[in-house]
């Protein structure tokens, strides 16, 4: 409980600083005419950057590089939540600190947008829990940037044509991908994917029927894997003549290693978007070219 004390402490702090703040802004100095959107994590970064273009400045709270599923709002990221137009957060187990803010504020919920309400959530293995990562699907993707789009536009009508205008390429975009992946899996020599790896990946899974095996049921927490299942994904390698073992991002990539060390075979990356490390996101790297490389290495282990 250790976490919600230290959330519920933050929130307190947050207030004495909003209502400094308040008092700040109600003295005249009037901010530039850009609108506010603060998001939690990558993949809706991306969407809202795409869509606004430059009309927008656009908060990624994750500090680049870093493990979204450890991450507790500071102060100061509370505050610049307040201070949004938008607020665009995913809404599952990680995130719950968002509903903590919601409850103890009253916050009207009009500008807080959770994503996990658009889509069909699946749930995790062996879990009473939805399976946060909805973003690992090219279909669900297409689902988010127009809900982002119509939030984006309700608050912005001026640009709402530019911005359905930038929405529409990005979702022909994505979906040409998905239809790549479709093709491309149908296909394929073989059906399995084996991850030496957390596993949230169950939305591209589902999407495509793949068979995928990995050292953990889930993303959020990893206990040590045990050496059956190890075994258990060496004889699956053998069995299908698996060509590639995946990590996922920021990875210490152990048992991808130890896999493919007695399998003689290789590792690779399926990034998942959580995050985004910071020469990437300096590079302007977006989810639709870490789904592209994703594309490629998927590719190569099924052929
Ligand atoms: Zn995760």
Known sequence: MEGVKTVKNKILSFLLIFTFILTLTACGSKNNDKLKIVTTIFPQYDFAKQITGDNAEITLLLTPGSESHSYEPTAADIAKIQQADLFIYNGGESEIWVDKILDSYGKNKDNFLRLMDFVTPLMEENENEYDEHIFTSLKNSQI????????????????????????????????????????????????????????????????????????????????????ATISDLINKVKEKDVPIIFHIEFSNESIAEKIAKATNTKIALLHSCHNISKDDLENNVTYLNLMTYNYNNLSEALN
């Open 144 to 227: 988010l940037l127009d809900e982002i789009n119509k939030s984006i536009c309700k608050i912005d009508s001026q640009n709402a044509n530019v911005y359905t205008e930038n929405t529409e390429k990005y979702k022909s975009e994505i979906a040409q991908l998905d239809e790549k992946y479709e093709d491309m899996i149908k296909n394929a020599k073989r059906n399995m994917v084996i991850f030496g790896d957390r596993f949230p990946f169950r939305y591209l899974a589902e999407d495509y029927n793949l068979n995928c095996y990995a050292a953990f049921s889930g993303c959020g927490s990893e206990t040590e894997a045990s050496p």
